[in-house]
Structure formats: C-alpha cells, structure tokens
C-alpha cells in the first residue's frame, strides 16, 4: 500500500463547478497534511496546509481533513480554467521536515 | 526576493557520464530537499539537509548517487555513472526554520536525460 494515495484523473469539471480532490494515507501518526499545485512543466507551488481536523478555507478553496478516516480532500470552489493543474497531496511523516506525496490528481477546469 | 535557484534547466547526457546538478535555496533557509519526479514514481525525496547536515538520506536510490551541501547557499546533487533510468526532473526546494519548516519552496527543476 502506498502511504499517500490520490485517483491520478483527470477529474474534468465544468466552469464555475465544484472540485472535489481526495487523498488517503497510511500513517495513523501523521500530524500534518498539505496540498501542493503544479502546473505543467512547472515546479510544485503549496497551496493550503491543514493540521486540525475539519475544514479550513482559504478563498476558494477549501481543505478538510478526517484523521479518523486518513483521508483529507480538497474542495475548489466556482473552479476556473486557471485552475486546471495537477494537485498533489502531501503528508508529513515523524519528527523531521519529510514529506511524503501522492501521484497527484490531474485537474481540467473545461469552459 | 529571489526564489530557491537550480542550474542546468535541461542536461542531456550520454549514459556513464557524470551528471552534477546545482542547488541555491533562498536566503535564511535551513532546511533543503532534494526531490525527483517521473510519470511512474511521482515526486520522491531523494535527500534532506537540515543546517547543511543531511537528515534522512532513505530516498537516494542507490550508491550512483551522492549529495553534498558543503554551506548554507549551495548544494550539490551528483549522478556517477547515470543511466537513461536516472532520466527525471530534479527539484530543489528549500525551507525556513522554525515551525513554518513544513512549507517548501521548490526551484524550477532540471530535467534530466540520459541517452
């Protein structure tokens, strides 16, 4: 089992939709959880951490994280084209700096 | 402010030569990862620096590999002898002490391909 999963997509939503991004890992310990956005052919960019669980919201967009569950998603709301990206999910694993990420999920936001 | 900075962009080798790539985190930074991305594997780290003194080296895939940060503002990713399996982007990325280590600033990336 890998220890942070993501359905690779594409997820395609239409303009001004809802996405839903989901995410799953495997250690119960993981304190810290974060959502990354690479756009193609660019470097990873971090786009929302959540460390509690529940929701937090940061203008569109919108982590919620379960760690009951493992499982912590994100919602992008009135999605636009600029949006379309691949998302990777991101845990943070022990004491130290290392993250452990997803394959990431493709986004395509269609107008 | 300049951002964590990596050179080459792009090499293209031939197998069995020695690939050297180049890393300089942003200023004030401690904290240095050494990431590679393929379609197949994702982004794996690869090494982690911690006051140019590495941390966890589990990712660095086999002796053909070697890191070095030998100070604060630069450090070294070596590839001797590299493969056309070694082909990928190598991402740097950086990241400030304190409790704000978990946020990591990527450079660009090199992306890598050996012939």
């Known amino acids: 089992q890998k220890e942070v999963e993501q359905n690779s997509g594409p997820l395609s939503v239409p303009e001004g939709a809802i996405a839903s991004l989901n995410c799953t890992y495997s250690?119960?310990?993981?304190?810290?959880f974060f959502w990354y956005r690479q756009y193609s052919g660019k470097s990873p960019e971090l786009i929302m951490s959540i460390y509690s669980n529940g929701d937090k919201e940061d203008g569109r967009f919108t982590a919620q994280l379960n760690k009951a569950s493992q499982y912590v998603s994100l919602l992008i709301r009135d999605s636009q084209p600029s949006d379309s990206a691949t998302y990777l999910c991101?845990?943070?694993?022990?004491?130290?700096?290392?993250?452990?990420f997803g394959q990431g999920t493709t986004l395509q936001v269609k107008p | 402010d300049a951002g964590v900075i990596q050179s080459p962009r792009h090499e293209v080798t031939e197998m069995g030569q020695e690939v050297t790539l180049r890393c300089k985190p942003i200023s004030g930074h401690n904290s240095l990862f050494w990431y590679r991305q393929t379609m197949m594997r994702g982004l794996e780290l690869l090494i982690y620096?911690?006051?140019?003194?590495?941390?966890?080296d589990s990712g660095m895939p086999e002796d053909r590999f070697s890191a070095k940060m030998p100070n604060a503002s630069f450090s070294t990713l070596k590839i001797q002898p590299s493969e056309p399996r070694d082909s990928a982007v190598y991402f740097c990325?950086?990241?400030?002490?304190?409790?704000?280590?978990?946020?990591?600033?990527f450079g660009p990336g090199t992306r890598l391909l050996v012939l």
């Open positions: 990325a950086s990241s400030p002490p304190g409790q704000t280590i978990e946020t990591q600033y």
């Open positions: 991101a845990v943070k694993t022990g004491n130290t700096g290392k993250l452990i």
């Open positions: 620096f911690n006051n140019n003194v590495p941390i966890d």
């Open positions: 250690d119960r310990g993981s304190q810290s």
